[in-house]
């Protein structure tokens, strides 16, 4: 296992001494940390209430809705749950709709010991006796749902990564906004780290938009504090793309120029991938094209 890098796609180490963390981390994680389902049956009594929520031994908070397949949407680094409230409302419609925060966002505690991602999200599955789903990860929910595809295989269904992240990728030019991003968290001034983020086009979203991503990456800012020797992962994925055996569905926004060449290297190494390039599309596809989003996932369910 591996220290995990707490942002997605800047593979080169920028070490914060202060914080303990580097800002390369957090631009994988970021992954910007993306967004996951799983697709299987959950069993549901017909009885149940039309929304569970509860928190995993792990304490992993997540909320379970509607019937049929199961789909586990996974956030993005700096994000919550709630990203996915427009989804979560139409695929409810005809699937389990399995929401969580990750560890040290949203209602999920901070960590206490190490833990990876990965972890965290079969812990999950085995809590709400999911045997196998499909996942759906924006940014860094990508790179844990393409993970959960080469190290839990028996676990996942099909993969939709959107914004996608790779872990191990090694871009070739760092982000033009990483040295500020740098000093602000050396200086322990997590505001003005969210500020810096959500002036980034990672982070553009729509007039209509705008208020809750300011709320999520505002009020997620105590992920700084975790600690980087805490944070594990998998294996990398990058060279590994070629043993993905899942269907997998690569979405990337024409405006989400951070993530593209990521996006075209899975559409090219992983078998069968396929690959949709939504117009005028950013980093936060779900919310900058919610239609486009929306046609491209259920295409692919079918």
Known sequence: MRTLRHCHQYGRRYT???????????????GFLAVVRLVTLLPVSAQAPAIREG????????????????????????????????????????????????????????ATAPFSHLGDLTALLDELQIPKATLIGLSAGSTIALDAALDAPSRVERIVLAGPAVSGFRPATRPPFLGDLTAALQARDYQKAGEILLTT??????????PIVRQMVTENDRLWTVPPTMMLMPRSAVDRLGQ????????????????????????????????????????????????AFETAVRDFLR
């Open 201 to 210: 086009s990672v982070f553009a979203a729509p007039p209509s938009a705008q």
């Open 16 to 30: 914060l001494a202060v914080v303990g963390i580097s800002a390369s981390r957090f631009l994988r994680a970021l």
């Open 55 to 110: 928190t995993t031994k792990g304490g992993i908070a997540y909320d379970v809705r509607g019937q049929g397949p199961v789909v586990v949407l996974i956030t993005g680094s700096n994000l919550d749950r709630r990203m996915w409230t427009r989804e979560t409302e139409w695929l409810a419609k005809d699937h389990t709709v399995v929401r969580y925060d990750l560890r040290a966002h949203g209602k999920s505690d901070t």
């Open 244 to 291: 993905v055996a899942v269907p997998t569905l690569v979405l990337i926004g024409d405006r989400d120029a951070f993530q593209r060449e990521q996006a075209d290297l899975l559409a090219k190494l992983v078998p069968g991938a396929r690959l949709v390039v939504v117009p005028d599309g950013g980093h936060l596809l779900n919310l900058t094209s919610p239609a």
